[in-house]
């Protein structure tokens, strides 16, 4: 095998090896975009919970301040 041989089979490799370092860097790319719209749902789904919590807090709140009233009236 002469050098020019050797040559255009070491750019073939370089250049295969490239391709693939390519298809994984889609694959992780794909991965990502997947995990960021997985975290933004999640996001979402949290936001929606913190205002049902707070909801029924504020709804825990008014009770108790109605029981108080009941209370002091029954006095």
């Known amino acids: 095998i002469n050098e020019a041989d ?9 250049t295969a090896e ?3 370092i390519e298809e ?3 694959h ?11 975290s933004e749902e999640t996001l979402e789904a949290c936001n929606m919970n913190l205002e049902s919590v ?11 301040n109605e029981a108080i009233k009941l209370q002091q009236e029954s006095k």
Do not use: F, P, W
């Open 28 to 38: 992780v790319s794909a991965v990502t975009e997947e995990v960021t719209a997985r």
């Open 54 to 64: 707070e909801e029924v807090t504020a709804i825990m709140e008014n009770l108790k």
């Open 18 to 20: 490239n391709r693939q």
């Open 24 to 26: 994984n860097i889609g």
């Open 6 to 14: 050797q040559l255009k089979n070491a750019v073939d490799i370089v």
